[in-house]
């Protein structure tokens, strides 16, 4: 937090201010505009394109999008839909999870390109006279007065802004510039996997939905997407660069070795710039909050990309934040406790969910990768009602997050 030495060409008031347009903050943004409270959202970028976010919308989230009237739009959205999970290895296939046994109205993950969700909710929030999108924001400076934040500046549009708030939340994501903003640490773990992900076109006569490939130490994730497959290569930890210096042609042809359907389209990898890297972490802040700040989604906590679970969980962040928030922010003021209760609402099932993840890279995905032994499927895995109990735990979390009414 630091003392500016900038001209502010303006200076803005709003109730809350949100930084970040990912799934948390354009959620929050909007419930807390349905309730009449004025809320400034700003995002770094100019649009909310970006490769290989996540996409998969689970049942808890699409329960409540049907709680504020938007399921049935959202869904006519082009989509796909998942029902189950499956895993092929050379000692047999197995489906670890079926969605479509769920007693819920949505039994199915929605594969939705991030951007388009998005869209779609800043869309409907823009609706609202209280609500204000600011892209190409660029925050740099949290304002601090009297021990407690009182706001923002950022730089875009010929200047240095402020925006004034009752309450501030970072929602900016893994990388979190408010969180390095406010000094917080969070506590990491060391994920034994990092993830090349890609396109390649997908046949209209080819199985769909969700499954994963195991074999000679390598392990690939093929999501359907209609027409092409958005594959997921899992690699050992800190492999990359060993990986890149090995070639492209050695990647194709590790790729067909596990997918032999990919030998008459492997060739359409040109280079590394059709491949997106992602450095698997996991990891979570001690404290998710200051006085006038609290963080949210993957700036609060960043989940691995095991089960996909990471979208949702920021929404659920955003749906409790409305709950315990919205009438002290319709008041004018809040007291620490409603932001320390936000974070004792969360906490569990995010520490619960991230243990999981964390099971699963080790007794699964590490034994994957291990080039020295050959892969099998755990016994646990086979066991029918763990089947159910895991399609539980990936659609809805510890328990389902409802909206208050």
Known sequence: M?????????????????????????????????????????????????????????????EIMAQI????????????????????????????TDFS???????????????????????????????????GANVQEIIEEDRVVSGIRYRGHGGWHEVRALLTVGADGRFSRMRQLAGFEPIKTSPPMDVMWFRLPRKSEEPNGLSGRVG????????????????????????????????????????????????????????WSNIAFLSVESSRLPKWYLPGLLFIGDAAHVMSPVAGVGINYAIQDAVVATNILSEPLKRGSWHLWDLAEVQRQREFPTTVIQWFQGLAQKRMIARALNQNQQFTIPAFLRLPILRDILARLIAFGIAPVRLNS
């Open 2 to 62: 630091t003392n500016h030495t900038h001209e502010i060409i303006d200076v803005q008031q709003t109730t809350c201010c949100i930084v970040g347009g990912g799934p948390a903050g354009v959620v929050l943004g909007l419930l807390l505009a349905r309730q009449g409270i004025p809320v400034t959202l700003l995002e770094l970028h100019q649009d909310f394109d970006r490769d290989f976010r996540g996409d998969t919308i689970h049942p808890s989230v699409m």
């Open 69 to 96: 009237g938007l399921a049935d739009r959202l869904l006519e959205l082009p989509h796909s839909k998942v029902r189950t999970l499956k895993l092929n290895s050379p000692t047999g296939d197995i489906t670890l």
């Open 101 to 135: 046994r769920l007693k819920t109205a949505y039994p199915y993950i929605t594969i939705l390109p991030q951007a388009k969700f998005l869209e779609f909710i800043a869309t409907e929030a823009q609706q609202y006279p209280n609500f204000n999108l600011i892209m």
């Open 216 to 271: 000679n130490g390598k392990m690939v994730v093929l999501l359907d997407r209609s027409d092409f497959w958005q594959v997921g290569y899992m690699i050992s930890k800190g492999a990359f660069a060993q990986l890149r210096t090995a070639g492209i042609d050695f990647l194709r042809k590790s790729l067909v070795e596990l997918v032999p359907e990919f030998s008459d389209r492997s060739h359409l990898l040109q280079d």
